[in-house]
């Protein structure tokens, strides 16, 4: 029996039924790579193969994406509709729902109930789509030049560019509800799966492509991170997610829309009654295993922070650690190098914080191979602590004092600010802040989100412009 090697130590079996091999979808079909990477579960085991097209192909792509028609926007609309059932229910690349799910949870660590929720997710915003481009566009434009209302002068909503680069991450499935939203405006989509978890955007492109949408519209380009770079110089533009230090490589680039650390936070004042709101905010911080970029990294208090503190350390703390296969399992299960080197990360950066739950680990091992990543709490001293805006991928949270005198500085460059008062004021200061991209007030956490309200404002925001436009004289034809 033939095998496929990728390294002195690392082989797979070329005939096993375990190895699923992710290849591109190019403009005229599948295409696999001279080059692969191999596929792992969190025990190490190498489970398939990913192809890593190069720069050439590349380029030939997008070009080739720019020379094929827009679609109407009802076909569009109509293809993401009919892609959010078969991403559901489908068979698609080879694996029914229920074995896509359970092959990303086995390499991802992500829970299997998360990863289901996230393809919910997914499918909503598919079915969406067409409201959100309508709450996205300016109130005074149209969406097409024949509308009767640009008769007399009005705002043309359309496209900056053509083709749109997607670099995605594979911390959840749930990253993958931002892009469509572009095949929606009428864009051509050229997406980099995430080595780590590729099978959301395979199933996402089949889904969309086995719906209608055109090859030439949609490519999925699983690449290097070297070749990665000549996706984004070949497109328009490009939404790019990652650390600290991506969002800092692109930050220059107009053309890149980074989707970086969200350090979002809860405050709450001293006239709210904390016990009755400590599950909307242990929820906020623990939602999807603590991954996303919306769960709640800080908490400030109006007053003693430390008995909130350790309130949430007791519920954070009860959450059991589960294999990622198990129903109930909440928490993110990484490989145990991987964990170990993210334990170490937290006691480096934690300093002076005082630790109420993870202070010794964050680590506990499976006995079926990886680690759960256990939540941590940490108390700080100050509103200005540096520990405020460390943000890990897991239930990871800093709880500090707050008080009315430090003002909205303290809950500055936040994606999400859940803001736990009464005092308008307060409010009003937290929403002309411009650091602040969201702001929820009152019981909701930090990871509430619904289709056709923006994440890190709308899509369409970045992608699309008006133009004036008005029609005078005669009737056009075709």
């Excluded at 591109?24 to 599948?30: E, F, H, I």
């Excluded at 940490?378 to 805006?389: E, T, W």
Aim: proline share 8%.
């Amino acid at each position: 029996m033939s095998s496929e090697s990728f390294g002195p130590d690392i082989t797979i079996d070329a005939l096993s039924v375990d190895a699923l091999s992710v290849d591109a979808l190019g403009v005229d079909g599948p295409y696999r790579s001279r080059e692969r990477a191999p596929l792992t579960a969190l025990d190490g085991s190498v489970i398939g193969a990913i192809s890593q097209v190069p720069s050439l192909y590349v380029r030939r792509a997008i070009a080739a994406m720019r020379a094929t028609p827009v679609p109407p926007a009802a076909q569009r609309f109509a293809a993401l509709a009919k892609a959010a059932e078969l991403f559901e229910s489908a068979r698609l690349a080879g694996l029914g729902p229920d074995e896509y799910a359970a092959l990303t949870s086995r390499a991802s660590g992500v829970p299997l109930a998360v990863v289901r929720t996230s393809a919910a997710w997914i499918a909503d915003v598919l079915r969406s789509a067409p409201r959100t481009v309508e709450l996205s566009m300016p109130r005074g434009a149209v969406a097409d030049w024949r509308d009767k209302a640009a008769a007399g002068g009005f705002g043309l909503w359309t496209r900056r560019g053509d083709v749109f680069a997607v670099h995605a991450a594979g911390n959840t499935p749930a990253v993958h509800g931002l892009w469509p939203e572009a095949l929606a405006l009428g864009y051509k989509v050229a997406l980099r799966p995430s080595t780590k978890e590729p099978y959301t955007a395979l199933r996402l492109v089949s889904a969309l492509r086995e719906a209608g949408v055109p090859g030439g519209s949609l490519t999925l380009l699983p690449t290097s991170h070297a070749v990665s770079d000549v996706i984004i110089a070949e497109s328009d533009y490009a939404i790019v997610y990652g650390g600290a230090d991506v969002v800092a490589r692109h930050a220059a680039n107009p053309r890149v829309l980074t989707q970086g650390p969200g350090r979002s936070k809860i405050l709450v004042t001293s006239e709210v009654d904390w016990t009755e709101k400590i599950d909307i905010i242990a929820d906020s911080v623990s939602h999807l295993g603590g991954t996303a970029c919306t769960c709640a990294t800080a908490v400030l208090v109006e007053g003693d922070p430390e008995p909130l503190a350790a309130a949430l350390a007791e519920r954070l703390g009860a959450i059991p650690s589960r294999p990622t296969d198990d129903p109930t399992a909440i928490l993110t299960v990484a490989a145990r190098p991987a964990a170990d080197e993210i334990d170490r990360y937290l006691h480096t950066v934690a300093g002076s914080a005082r630790p109420l739950l993870g202070g010794e680990t964050i680590v506990d091992e499976l006995p079926g191979g990886g680690a759960v990543l256990r939540p941590a709490v940490h108390v700080v001293d100050s509103p200005r602590a540096p520990q405020l805006g460390v943000e890990l991928g897991f239930p990871c949270v800093w709880v500090g004092p707050w008080q009315a005198a430090d003002g909205v500085a303290p809950l500055r460059d936040s994606l999400v600010v859940t803001a736990m008062t009464s005092r308008a004021e307060l409010v009003d200061a937290l929403a002309d802040e411009p650091s602040i991209t969201n702001l929820y007030v009152g019981d909701a956490p930090t990871t509430w989100l619904r289709p056709g309200v923006p994440h890190d404002g709308f899509l369409g925001e970045f992608l699309m412009r008006t133009k004036g436009t008005i029609r005078v004289g005669r009737r056009l034809t075709g």
